[in-house]
């Protein structure tokens, strides 16, 4: 706690993000469950009730083998062609094709496209994917909301502990440089939090104002995991959730609702 | 902290998120840095070097006198047409409007809209005031980075801290359900951090990897700040940003570079 004991207020909300260490490299049939808590304990940290878990998409789909070696990807006519016009690897643009439900964009060398679980990222969330060895990709897990409620039950068995659940991919956005991370599985929290119809400060009803507090748990986890995967694992502390089954698929936006497009 | 002493790995890495407790109402030229001094104080805290003060917008918004009476403002043809189809506030229609530089889209009552600042978010960021009294609404800071600078600067000489500011907003974007809060001031640190070039675990140079890292803080002060304003104040600590200047115009992507559009 950073608030000091003689302090005149009432006790001030605070939330605390610990990025864990000594995480190995992550394997095919990798016991993340135990990955988890090996690497809390050499970080000096007991998981608690309340928690929440995040973990990065990739050590999710290394855990459950999804990664492809290219060597064994045969381009079609459109991936080598896309790729030779912008200097790619037609195999890796093969797969982010095959990852693709609709494409959205094709530009630059860049893929934007919508995958099959209603996501809409660059190249379909196909990754470099950092294992060693072989000429490897990381694909996103078949069903991220799958994958923590798997970690969230594992957890709860071993440790006797009730956290919720997160799995972060980093997204690019329209109108904003930069990537930021966002919720793509969910388990054990309310991803979205709606505050219609509650009363603000001045007694009026607020309007359309539904937080994606998922996101904002992936995006807060970032700044301890970092980008360079060395640490694929943080616990938030402190940070009243909203208990329920919870999947990051109720943050895709149905595109008929959508007037951000 | 919450790693143990006896911890066998190296320090976890961590950053902690608070909420500022004890803030009034903030008035027109209401003193914005001594109230979050106060706050802090309020709350057991002391602002040290390196710490993130987060803002909300409104409290900004609120301090600049940036409020407009709803009873001052005559609608044009267009805002009261449009208003009538959609049962809304003529006049609060023509506020959004006038604070619009570019219309994206005008659907369901509802208006996205480029900011004069280049922002492209719901109602061109104009919002109920949350101060008793009147028909007023919020509208941007005329200049966020300037406000966060000015913030940045006060603090400094007041309590010989050497802070970063952000300031945030809440922003809808399209593909995915809910809002979360952005940066659209920034003091003191570099809102973007590039990755690309810096090889990642396996020596591998990475391609396309800019982190908006102001966004990340902005998300996460959320988690803490809420969306009722009772805590427009979140300080940050323990996230070692790079110092820069820094400004949220930087985030605003090039029209023409957005692929993502």
Known sequence: MVATPDHSGPPAPSVTIIGLTGVPEILPDADLAGLVLASAEHSGLRLADGDVVVVTHKAVAKAEGRLLDLRTVEPSPLASQYAAAWNRDPRQVEVVLRESARIVRMDRGLIISRTRHGFVCANAGVDHSNVPGGELVCLLPLDPD????????????????????????????PWREGIVNVAIGAAGLATLIDYRGQPDNDGRVMSATIMAVADELAAASELVTGKLDRCPFAVIRGYPYRRAEGSAREMIMDPAQDLFR
């Not at 409620?149 to 594992?154: D, E, F, G, S, Y």
């Not at 957890?155 to 956005?173: C, H, I, T, W």
């Open 146 to 173: 799958a994958s923590a409620a798997a970690l969230r039950a594992t957890l709860r068995a071993r440790a006797d502990v009730e956290v919720a659940v997160v799995v972060s991919d980093s997204f690019g956005r």
